[in-house]
Nanobody, 115 residues
Framework: QVQLVESGGGLVQPGGSLRLSCAASGIIVSRYTMGWYRQAPGQQRELVAQITLGYSTTYEDSVKGRFTISRDNAKNTVYLQMISLKPEDTAVYYC?????????WGRGTQVTVSS
C-alpha cells in the first residue's frame, strides 16, 4: 500500500519560511517523479515543483527563486523548502509520486501566510 504523508505546514507571516516534508512508504521515491501541488480555495490544483529520477527540477513561475524541492533517498522523503512566503502562497500543499502508469497523492498539508 502506497502512502505519502505530508507534514510541516502551518501559519507563517509574510516573508517567513517553511519546510514541507513528504514521507513515502510502499514506493521508492528515487524511482518516481516526485512533485508538490497546491490548491487554494476556489482555485484549480497547480503544480508547484517537481524532481525527476535524474534530479532535474522544475518550478511554477511564481515560486522560482523562493521554493526548492529536494529528495533524500536514504529517508525516502521529499522536501519543499519555501522562503519569502507571500499571502498568495496560501493553499493546501499535496505531495505526489508519478511514473509512466500511476500517480499517487498525499492528503495534503495546509500552508497559511498571513500577518
Amino acid at each position: 500500500q502506497v502512502q505519502l504523508v505530508e507534514s510541516g505546514g502551518g501559519l507563517v507571516q509574510p516573508g517567513g519560511s517553511l519546510r514541507l516534508s513528504c514521507a513515502a512508504s510502499g514506493i521508492i521515491v528515487s524511482r518516481y517523479t516526485m512533485g508538490w501541488y497546491r490548491q487554494a480555495p476556489g482555485q484549480q490544483r497547480e503544480l508547484v515543483a517537481q524532481i525527476t529520477l535524474g534530479y532535474s527540477t522544475t518550478y511554477e513561475d511564481s515560486v522560482k527563486g523562493r521554493f526548492t524541492i529536494s529528495r533524500d533517498n536514504a529517508k525516502n522523503t521529499v522536501y519543499l523548502q519555501m522562503i519569502s512566503l507571500k499571502p498568495e502562497d496560501t493553499a493546501v500543499y499535496y505531495c505526489t509520486a508519478r511514473d509512466w502508469t500511476e500517480q499517487y497523492w498525499g492528503r495534503g498539508t495546509q500552508v497559511t501566510v498571513s500577518s
